[in-house]
Protein backbone atom coordinates (compact mmCIF):
# COMPACT_ATOMS: atom_id res chain seq x y z
CA UNK A 1 0.00 0.00 0.00
CA UNK A 2 1.40 3.57 -0.81
CA UNK A 3 -0.11 6.98 0.05
CA UNK A 4 1.13 8.43 -3.43
CA UNK A 5 -1.90 8.20 -5.98
CA UNK A 6 -0.78 7.46 -9.46
CA UNK A 7 -4.35 8.36 -10.66
CA UNK A 8 -4.80 10.70 -13.83
CA UNK A 9 -6.54 13.67 -13.76
CA UNK A 10 -10.68 13.30 -14.21
CA UNK A 11 -11.38 12.85 -17.99
CA UNK A 12 -14.04 14.87 -19.54
CA UNK A 13 -16.90 12.30 -18.74
CA UNK A 14 -15.61 12.43 -15.07
CA UNK A 15 -15.42 15.49 -14.65
CA UNK A 16 -19.08 16.61 -16.25
CA UNK A 17 -20.50 13.62 -14.08
CA UNK A 18 -19.30 15.26 -10.72
CA UNK A 19 -20.24 18.79 -11.99
CA UNK A 20 -23.75 17.38 -12.81
CA UNK A 21 -23.67 15.83 -9.51
CA UNK A 22 -22.97 19.10 -7.63
CA UNK A 23 -24.73 21.11 -10.43
CA UNK A 24 -28.28 19.18 -9.27
CA UNK A 25 -27.65 19.09 -5.72
CA UNK A 26 -27.18 22.83 -5.16
CA UNK A 27 -30.55 23.72 -6.95
CA UNK A 28 -32.25 20.80 -4.76
CA UNK A 29 -30.68 22.40 -1.84
CA UNK A 30 -32.01 25.46 -2.32
CA UNK A 31 -35.76 24.03 -3.12
CA UNK A 32 -35.70 21.65 -0.37
CA UNK A 33 -34.92 24.99 1.86
CA UNK A 34 -37.58 26.58 -0.19
CA UNK A 35 -40.46 23.90 0.86
CA UNK A 36 -39.21 24.22 4.51
CA UNK A 37 -40.23 27.72 4.48
CA UNK A 38 -43.44 27.04 3.10
CA UNK A 39 -43.69 24.30 5.72
CA UNK A 40 -42.90 26.60 8.39
CA UNK A 41 -44.81 29.66 7.44
CA UNK A 42 -48.00 27.40 6.53
CA UNK A 43 -47.17 27.04 10.89
CA UNK A 44 -46.83 30.51 12.09
CA UNK A 45 -50.33 30.91 9.78
CA UNK A 46 -48.53 34.11 6.97
CA UNK A 47 -50.24 31.01 4.36
CA UNK A 48 -53.37 29.08 4.72
CA UNK A 49 -51.57 25.30 3.39
CA UNK A 50 -54.46 22.42 3.61
CA UNK A 51 -53.07 20.01 5.58
CA UNK A 52 -53.11 16.94 2.70
CA UNK A 53 -50.39 19.87 0.60
CA UNK A 54 -48.71 20.29 4.17
CA UNK A 55 -47.87 16.68 4.61
CA UNK A 56 -46.97 16.42 0.65
CA UNK A 57 -44.33 19.29 1.10
CA UNK A 58 -43.48 17.52 4.39
CA UNK A 59 -42.70 14.04 2.33
CA UNK A 60 -40.91 15.93 -0.21
CA UNK A 61 -39.07 17.92 1.95
CA UNK A 62 -37.28 14.91 4.00
CA UNK A 63 -37.14 12.16 1.32
CA UNK A 64 -35.50 15.15 -0.88
CA UNK A 65 -32.97 16.52 1.62
CA UNK A 66 -31.94 12.76 2.42
CA UNK A 67 -31.64 11.80 -1.18
CA UNK A 68 -29.87 15.10 -2.30
CA UNK A 69 -27.37 15.14 0.60
CA UNK A 70 -26.44 11.23 -0.28
CA UNK A 71 -26.18 12.19 -4.08
CA UNK A 72 -23.70 15.40 -3.06
CA UNK A 73 -21.82 13.38 -0.72
CA UNK A 74 -21.28 10.68 -2.90
CA UNK A 75 -19.39 12.94 -5.31
CA UNK A 76 -17.15 13.96 -2.92
CA UNK A 77 -16.10 10.77 -1.95
CA UNK A 78 -15.31 9.79 -5.80
CA UNK A 79 -13.43 12.47 -6.59
CA UNK A 80 -11.16 12.04 -3.63
CA UNK A 81 -11.11 8.49 -3.80
CA UNK A 82 -10.45 8.41 -7.18
CA UNK A 83 -6.75 9.78 -5.93
CA UNK A 84 -6.21 6.61 -4.79
CA UNK A 85 -8.09 3.62 -6.91
CA UNK A 86 -9.78 3.17 -9.59
CA UNK A 87 -13.47 4.02 -10.52
CA UNK A 88 -15.75 3.37 -12.98
CA UNK A 89 -16.82 6.34 -14.70
CA UNK A 90 -19.42 4.68 -16.24
CA UNK A 91 -20.63 3.41 -12.66
CA UNK A 92 -21.38 6.47 -11.74
CA UNK A 93 -23.48 7.75 -14.77
CA UNK A 94 -25.25 4.93 -14.01
CA UNK A 95 -25.88 5.99 -9.92
CA UNK A 96 -27.02 9.28 -11.86
CA UNK A 97 -29.82 8.28 -14.36
CA UNK A 98 -31.23 5.30 -11.66
CA UNK A 99 -31.36 8.66 -9.48
CA UNK A 100 -33.28 11.42 -11.75
CA UNK A 101 -35.54 8.70 -12.22
CA UNK A 102 -36.30 7.83 -9.04
CA UNK A 103 -37.01 11.22 -8.28
CA UNK A 104 -39.29 11.57 -11.26
CA UNK A 105 -41.43 8.57 -9.53
CA UNK A 106 -41.18 9.78 -6.19
CA UNK A 107 -42.70 13.62 -7.08
CA UNK A 108 -45.09 11.75 -9.01
CA UNK A 109 -46.52 9.82 -6.31
CA UNK A 110 -46.45 12.99 -4.36
CA UNK A 111 -47.69 15.82 -6.17
CA UNK A 112 -49.58 13.76 -8.73
CA UNK A 113 -50.71 10.49 -6.73
CA UNK A 114 -51.10 12.52 -3.36
CA UNK A 115 -48.74 10.33 -1.08
CA UNK A 116 -47.91 12.50 2.11
CA UNK A 117 -46.82 9.54 4.45
CA UNK A 118 -43.41 11.18 5.00
CA UNK A 119 -40.07 9.47 4.17
CA UNK A 120 -40.37 6.91 6.69
CA UNK A 121 -43.22 5.18 4.90
CA UNK A 122 -43.90 3.38 8.10
CA UNK A 123 -46.35 0.37 7.55
CA UNK A 124 -49.41 0.13 7.18
CA UNK A 125 -49.70 3.84 6.00
CA UNK A 126 -48.94 3.41 2.48
CA UNK A 127 -51.68 1.57 2.45
CA UNK A 128 -54.40 3.54 4.57
CA UNK A 129 -53.94 6.94 2.71
CA UNK A 130 -58.07 7.01 4.00
CA UNK A 131 -58.75 8.51 0.60
CA UNK A 132 -56.15 11.32 0.42
CA UNK A 133 -53.81 8.72 -1.53
CA UNK A 134 -54.60 5.64 -3.27
CA UNK A 135 -52.05 2.52 -4.02
CA UNK A 136 -50.91 4.20 -7.28
CA UNK A 137 -49.12 7.39 -5.34
CA UNK A 138 -47.68 5.22 -2.69
CA UNK A 139 -46.07 2.39 -5.01
CA UNK A 140 -44.59 5.46 -7.26
CA UNK A 141 -43.22 6.70 -3.84
CA UNK A 142 -41.62 3.15 -2.76
CA UNK A 143 -40.60 2.43 -6.32
CA UNK A 144 -38.85 5.38 -6.55
CA UNK A 145 -36.83 4.99 -3.09
CA UNK A 146 -35.61 1.28 -4.45
CA UNK A 147 -34.64 3.00 -7.78
CA UNK A 148 -32.33 5.32 -6.00
CA UNK A 149 -31.48 2.73 -3.59
CA UNK A 150 -29.85 0.79 -6.90
CA UNK A 151 -27.91 3.00 -8.28
CA UNK A 152 -26.47 3.83 -4.64
CA UNK A 153 -25.54 -0.14 -4.48
CA UNK A 154 -24.07 -0.29 -8.04
CA UNK A 155 -22.16 3.08 -7.19
CA UNK A 156 -20.68 1.32 -3.60
CA UNK A 157 -20.34 -1.93 -4.71
CA UNK A 158 -17.84 -0.80 -7.20
CA UNK A 159 -16.16 1.67 -4.65
CA UNK A 160 -15.74 -1.58 -2.57
CA UNK A 161 -14.36 -3.47 -5.85
CA UNK A 162 -11.67 -0.85 -6.86
CA UNK A 163 -10.83 -0.65 -3.08
CA UNK A 164 -10.39 -4.57 -2.90
CA UNK A 165 -8.43 -4.56 -6.29
CA UNK A 166 -5.98 -2.06 -4.70
CA UNK A 167 -5.41 -3.31 -0.71
CA UNK A 168 -6.44 -7.04 -1.22
CA UNK A 169 -9.84 -7.20 0.89
CA UNK A 170 -12.24 -4.63 2.70
CA UNK A 171 -9.84 -5.32 6.40
CA UNK A 172 -7.01 -4.06 4.69
CA UNK A 173 -8.91 -0.59 3.29
CA UNK A 174 -9.67 0.04 6.96
CA UNK A 175 -6.23 -0.65 7.82
CA UNK A 176 -6.51 -3.38 10.36
CA UNK A 177 -3.43 -4.78 9.64
CA UNK A 178 -1.78 -1.20 10.83
CA UNK A 179 -4.37 -1.14 13.61
CA UNK A 180 -3.58 -4.80 14.92
CA UNK A 181 0.17 -5.16 13.61
CA UNK A 182 3.17 -3.61 13.17
CA UNK A 183 2.75 -2.19 10.09
CA UNK A 184 3.18 1.47 9.14
CA UNK A 185 2.61 1.45 5.71
CA UNK A 186 -1.08 3.18 6.70
CA UNK A 187 -3.73 3.99 3.78
CA UNK A 188 -5.29 7.18 3.61
CA UNK A 189 -7.64 8.26 5.06
CA UNK A 190 -9.96 9.09 2.29
CA UNK A 191 -9.29 5.01 1.57
CA UNK A 192 -10.25 4.27 5.30
CA UNK A 193 -13.41 6.64 5.19
CA UNK A 194 -14.47 5.04 1.88
CA UNK A 195 -14.03 1.59 2.99
CA UNK A 196 -16.83 2.28 5.94
CA UNK A 197 -18.94 3.91 3.79
CA UNK A 198 -19.29 0.72 1.58
CA UNK A 199 -19.55 -1.67 4.53
CA UNK A 200 -22.50 0.28 6.53
CA UNK A 201 -24.30 1.94 3.13
CA UNK A 202 -24.67 -1.67 1.23
CA UNK A 203 -25.86 -3.31 4.28
CA UNK A 204 -28.72 -0.03 4.94
CA UNK A 205 -29.18 -0.28 1.16
CA UNK A 206 -30.34 -3.83 1.30
CA UNK A 207 -32.72 -3.40 4.45
CA UNK A 208 -33.75 -0.48 2.59
CA UNK A 209 -34.83 -2.68 -0.58
CA UNK A 210 -36.16 -5.49 1.35
CA UNK A 211 -38.38 -3.53 3.71
CA UNK A 212 -39.32 -1.43 -0.25
CA UNK A 213 -40.24 -4.65 -1.43
CA UNK A 214 -41.98 -6.07 1.46
CA UNK A 215 -44.64 -3.34 1.30
CA UNK A 216 -44.71 -3.12 -2.15
CA UNK A 217 -46.18 -6.51 -2.15
CA UNK A 218 -48.50 -5.86 0.23
CA UNK A 219 -50.32 -2.89 -1.41
CA UNK A 220 -50.77 -4.69 -4.35
CA UNK A 221 -51.58 -8.03 -2.43
CA UNK A 222 -52.78 -7.40 0.91
CA UNK A 223 -53.24 -11.06 1.89
CA UNK A 224 -48.81 -11.17 2.20
CA UNK A 225 -48.52 -10.23 5.76
CA UNK A 226 -45.51 -7.91 6.98
CA UNK A 227 -44.81 -7.57 10.51
CA UNK A 228 -44.95 -3.50 11.65
CA UNK A 229 -42.12 -4.15 13.66
CA UNK A 230 -39.90 -5.66 11.26
CA UNK A 231 -40.94 -3.42 8.81
CA UNK A 232 -39.77 -0.41 10.97
CA UNK A 233 -36.72 -1.82 12.34
CA UNK A 234 -35.94 -2.21 9.04
CA UNK A 235 -36.76 1.13 7.89
CA UNK A 236 -34.83 2.86 10.58
CA UNK A 237 -31.94 0.93 10.33
CA UNK A 238 -31.74 1.86 6.32
CA UNK A 239 -32.55 5.50 7.20
CA UNK A 240 -30.16 5.69 9.98
CA UNK A 241 -27.66 4.61 8.38
CA UNK A 242 -27.76 6.27 4.94
CA UNK A 243 -28.00 9.82 6.33
CA UNK A 244 -25.11 8.93 8.61
CA UNK A 245 -23.15 8.05 6.00
CA UNK A 246 -23.71 11.12 4.15
CA UNK A 247 -21.32 12.84 6.61
CA UNK A 248 -18.92 10.54 6.55
CA UNK A 249 -18.14 10.58 2.74
CA UNK A 250 -17.98 14.76 2.96
CA UNK A 251 -15.66 14.48 5.68
CA UNK A 252 -13.31 13.03 3.12
CA UNK A 253 -13.37 16.52 1.57
CA UNK A 254 -11.55 17.92 5.36
CA UNK A 255 -9.35 14.84 5.01
CA UNK A 256 -8.31 16.10 1.38
CA UNK A 257 -8.52 19.89 1.12
CA UNK A 258 -7.12 21.34 4.56
CA UNK A 259 -3.62 19.31 3.76
CA UNK A 260 -3.83 21.28 0.72
CA UNK A 261 -4.77 24.94 1.86
CA UNK A 262 -2.00 24.08 4.82
CA UNK A 263 0.50 22.05 3.07
CA UNK A 264 0.79 19.93 6.05
CA UNK A 265 -0.12 15.59 5.43
CA UNK A 266 -3.17 14.44 7.22
CA UNK A 267 -1.55 11.84 9.36
CA UNK A 268 -3.48 8.38 10.16
CA UNK A 269 -2.54 6.55 13.45
CA UNK A 270 -3.69 3.85 14.77
CA UNK A 271 -6.26 6.07 16.79
CA UNK A 272 -7.59 7.28 13.67
CA UNK A 273 -8.11 3.82 12.63
CA UNK A 274 -9.68 2.31 15.31
CA UNK A 275 -11.95 5.04 15.72
CA UNK A 276 -13.25 4.46 12.40
CA UNK A 277 -13.50 0.71 12.92
CA UNK A 278 -15.39 1.37 16.07
CA UNK A 279 -17.87 4.18 14.31
CA UNK A 280 -17.86 0.80 11.53
CA UNK A 281 -19.93 -1.52 13.88
CA UNK A 282 -21.90 1.35 16.36
CA UNK A 283 -23.41 3.16 13.25
CA UNK A 284 -24.87 0.01 12.33
CA UNK A 285 -26.38 -1.26 15.84
CA UNK A 286 -27.24 2.94 17.18
CA UNK A 287 -30.71 2.90 15.31
CA UNK A 288 -32.60 1.55 18.05
CA UNK A 289 -32.67 4.75 19.70
CA UNK A 290 -35.54 6.18 17.06
CA UNK A 291 -37.82 3.07 18.71
CA UNK A 292 -37.45 3.65 22.18
CA UNK A 293 -41.31 4.47 22.40
CA UNK A 294 -42.06 1.15 21.15
CA UNK A 295 -42.23 -0.77 23.91
CA UNK A 296 -42.31 -3.86 22.51
CA UNK A 297 -39.14 -4.02 21.32
CA UNK A 298 -37.06 -5.91 23.06
CA UNK A 299 -35.51 -4.05 26.41
CA UNK A 300 -31.69 -5.05 25.58
CA UNK A 301 -32.41 -3.67 22.06
CA UNK A 302 -33.90 -0.18 23.48
CA UNK A 303 -30.52 -0.52 26.08
CA UNK A 304 -28.40 -0.74 23.07
CA UNK A 305 -29.67 2.45 21.44
CA UNK A 306 -29.01 4.31 24.18
CA UNK A 307 -25.83 3.52 25.10
CA UNK A 308 -24.84 3.44 21.77
CA UNK A 309 -26.30 6.98 21.18
CA UNK A 310 -23.70 8.14 23.96
CA UNK A 311 -20.69 6.66 21.97
CA UNK A 312 -21.31 6.04 17.63
CA UNK A 313 -20.79 10.18 17.05
CA UNK A 314 -17.67 10.28 18.96
CA UNK A 315 -15.19 8.59 18.00
CA UNK A 316 -14.95 9.65 14.32
CA UNK A 317 -15.71 13.28 15.46
CA UNK A 318 -12.96 13.49 17.77
CA UNK A 319 -10.19 12.43 15.42
CA UNK A 320 -11.43 14.76 12.77
CA UNK A 321 -11.95 18.15 14.63
CA UNK A 322 -8.62 17.19 16.67
CA UNK A 323 -6.90 16.54 13.64
CA UNK A 324 -8.56 19.37 11.73
CA UNK A 325 -7.58 21.66 14.49
CA UNK A 326 -3.44 20.54 14.66
CA UNK A 327 -3.19 20.78 10.91
CA UNK A 328 -4.56 24.27 11.13
CA UNK A 329 -2.56 25.41 14.15
CA UNK A 330 -0.15 28.01 13.51
CA UNK A 331 -0.44 26.99 9.72
CA UNK A 332 -0.79 30.40 8.30
CA UNK A 333 -4.32 29.00 6.64
CA UNK A 334 -5.38 30.91 4.02
CA UNK A 335 -9.21 31.74 5.10
CA UNK A 336 -11.62 32.08 2.37
CA UNK A 337 -15.46 29.91 0.94
CA UNK A 338 -13.96 26.73 1.28
CA UNK A 339 -11.91 26.24 4.45
CA UNK A 340 -15.05 28.38 6.03
CA UNK A 341 -17.19 26.58 5.01
CA UNK A 342 -14.99 23.41 6.44
CA UNK A 343 -14.83 24.71 9.50
CA UNK A 344 -18.44 25.91 10.01
CA UNK A 345 -19.55 22.33 9.02
CA UNK A 346 -17.40 20.46 11.86
CA UNK A 347 -19.14 23.30 14.27
CA UNK A 348 -22.34 22.03 13.01
CA UNK A 349 -21.68 18.43 13.27
CA UNK A 350 -20.21 18.62 16.93
CA UNK A 351 -22.81 20.75 18.56
CA UNK A 352 -25.70 18.31 16.50
CA UNK A 353 -24.65 15.61 18.46
CA UNK A 354 -25.45 17.11 21.68
CA UNK A 355 -29.06 17.34 21.46
CA UNK A 356 -28.55 13.81 19.43
CA UNK A 357 -27.22 12.23 22.61
CA UNK A 358 -29.95 13.83 24.59
CA UNK A 359 -33.07 12.20 23.02
CA UNK A 360 -31.28 8.90 22.95
CA UNK A 361 -31.99 9.10 26.72
CA UNK A 362 -34.96 6.84 27.58
CA UNK A 363 -36.28 8.86 30.04
CA UNK A 364 -35.57 11.94 27.86
CA UNK A 365 -37.15 10.42 24.80
CA UNK A 366 -40.11 9.59 26.34
CA UNK A 367 -40.88 13.17 26.49
CA UNK A 368 -39.09 14.58 23.75
CA UNK A 369 -39.39 12.23 21.08
CA UNK A 370 -42.32 13.48 19.15
CA UNK A 371 -41.73 17.30 20.08
CA UNK A 372 -39.67 19.47 17.53
CA UNK A 373 -36.53 18.65 19.48
CA UNK A 374 -35.84 15.78 17.44
CA UNK A 375 -36.19 17.73 14.21
CA UNK A 376 -33.56 20.79 15.90
CA UNK A 377 -31.08 17.58 16.52
CA UNK A 378 -30.82 16.40 12.80
CA UNK A 379 -31.40 20.35 11.45
CA UNK A 380 -28.14 21.22 13.41
CA UNK A 381 -26.35 18.41 11.81
CA UNK A 382 -27.51 19.05 8.13
CA UNK A 383 -27.74 22.66 7.70
CA UNK A 384 -24.60 23.58 9.61
CA UNK A 385 -22.71 20.89 9.58
CA UNK A 386 -23.15 18.27 6.52
CA UNK A 387 -24.79 21.22 3.89
CA UNK A 388 -21.82 23.32 4.96
CA UNK A 389 -19.52 20.79 4.19
CA UNK A 390 -20.66 20.34 1.10
CA UNK A 391 -21.30 23.63 -0.43
CA UNK A 392 -17.81 24.76 0.23
CA UNK A 393 -16.49 21.27 -1.56
CA UNK A 394 -18.75 23.49 -4.46
CA UNK A 395 -16.49 26.39 -3.42
CA UNK A 396 -13.32 24.41 -4.21
CA UNK A 397 -14.31 22.22 -7.15
CA UNK A 398 -15.29 25.58 -8.95
CA UNK A 399 -12.02 26.73 -7.95
CA UNK A 400 -13.77 30.09 -6.46
CA UNK A 401 -12.70 30.21 -2.75
CA UNK A 402 -11.81 33.39 -3.02
CA UNK A 403 -15.13 35.45 -0.99
CA UNK A 404 -16.47 38.54 -2.54
CA UNK A 405 -18.38 41.10 -0.37
CA UNK A 406 -22.24 38.67 -1.07
CA UNK A 407 -20.16 35.46 -0.21
CA UNK A 408 -18.95 36.51 2.72
CA UNK A 409 -22.59 37.83 3.88
CA UNK A 410 -24.35 35.17 2.72
CA UNK A 411 -21.48 32.91 5.01
CA UNK A 412 -22.49 34.98 8.26
CA UNK A 413 -26.19 35.01 7.41
CA UNK A 414 -25.69 31.23 6.55
CA UNK A 415 -24.06 30.75 10.18
CA UNK A 416 -26.33 33.12 12.26
CA UNK A 417 -29.64 32.31 10.67
CA UNK A 418 -28.68 28.06 10.69
CA UNK A 419 -27.86 27.89 14.22
CA UNK A 420 -30.68 30.09 15.22
CA UNK A 421 -33.26 27.88 13.41
CA UNK A 422 -31.76 24.55 14.98
CA UNK A 423 -31.97 26.25 17.98
CA UNK A 424 -35.11 27.41 17.74
CA UNK A 425 -35.97 24.02 17.16
CA UNK A 426 -34.41 22.89 20.09
CA UNK A 427 -36.13 25.48 21.92
CA UNK A 428 -39.68 24.24 20.21
CA UNK A 429 -39.37 21.02 21.72
CA UNK A 430 -38.15 21.71 24.97
CA UNK A 431 -41.50 23.78 25.19
CA UNK A 432 -43.36 20.34 23.85
CA UNK A 433 -44.18 22.09 20.19
CA UNK A 434 -45.08 18.66 18.62
CA UNK A 435 -43.40 17.53 15.65
CA UNK A 436 -45.15 16.85 11.96
CA UNK A 437 -48.16 18.97 12.86
CA UNK A 438 -49.48 20.94 9.98
CA UNK A 439 -51.50 23.30 12.38
CA UNK A 440 -49.54 24.96 15.57
CA UNK A 441 -51.71 25.51 18.16
CA UNK A 442 -52.03 29.73 19.48
CA UNK A 443 -49.08 29.40 21.91
CA UNK A 444 -47.17 27.87 19.48
CA UNK A 445 -47.28 30.14 16.65
CA UNK A 446 -44.75 32.56 18.09
CA UNK A 447 -42.14 29.90 17.46
CA UNK A 448 -42.78 29.50 14.18
CA UNK A 449 -42.64 33.26 13.27
CA UNK A 450 -39.02 33.23 14.24
CA UNK A 451 -37.91 30.21 12.52
CA UNK A 452 -39.72 31.48 9.14
CA UNK A 453 -37.66 34.37 9.14
CA UNK A 454 -34.48 32.43 10.28
CA UNK A 455 -35.22 30.12 7.53
CA UNK A 456 -36.03 32.99 4.73
CA UNK A 457 -32.23 33.74 5.66
CA UNK A 458 -30.79 30.39 5.60
CA UNK A 459 -32.44 29.94 1.85
CA UNK A 460 -31.20 33.17 0.32
CA UNK A 461 -27.37 32.77 1.80
CA UNK A 462 -27.82 28.72 0.30
CA UNK A 463 -29.02 30.78 -2.63
CA UNK A 464 -25.79 33.47 -3.20
CA UNK A 465 -24.28 29.85 -2.63
CA UNK A 466 -25.51 27.73 -5.57
CA UNK A 467 -25.24 30.68 -7.99
CA UNK A 468 -21.75 31.02 -7.14
CA UNK A 469 -21.40 27.15 -8.25
CA UNK A 470 -23.26 27.40 -11.33
CA UNK A 471 -21.58 30.58 -12.70
CA UNK A 472 -18.32 29.29 -12.45
CA UNK A 473 -18.59 25.32 -12.96
CA UNK A 474 -17.47 25.79 -15.91
CA UNK A 475 -13.66 26.26 -14.87
CA UNK A 476 -14.38 22.96 -12.55
CA UNK A 477 -11.16 21.23 -11.53
CA UNK A 478 -9.68 17.92 -13.11
CA UNK A 479 -7.16 16.63 -10.65
Known sequence: ??????????????????????????????????????????????????????????????????????????????????????????????????????????????FLGGY?????????????????????????????????????LLLYLDVGRAIISKYGNIGRGLGWPQLFGNSTDFPPA??????????????GILAGAVVLTMILINLFYPAFAVDALLTKNLIFFFGHVFINATIYQAVIAVYEILPEYTGRPWRVNKVFLAAWTASTFMVMFVYPHHLLMDFVMPTWMLLMGQILSYLSGLPVLVVTAYGALTIVHRSNLRWDMVSGLLFVSMFGWAVGVIPAVIDGTIAANQVMHNTMWVPGHFHMYLIVGLVAMLFGFMYYIAQNGAPKLLDRLAFWVYLVAGTGFCMNFL????????????????????????????????????????????????NARTA
Open 116 to 152: GGAWTFLFPLPSHGMGVWGVSGAASFLIGLLLIGVGF
Open 427 to 474: ASGQASVARRWAVHLPEWVGYSHAASILAAGIALAALVFALRFLTHMG
Open 1 to 110: MTNESSISPLDKSARYAIVAYLGISALVFVLMMLLGLLMRMGQAQWLSIPPHIFYQVMTAHGAGMVGISGLAASAVLWYFLRRHVNLTTGILWANLVFFLLGVVLILGGI
Open 190 to 203: SVVASTMVVIINIA
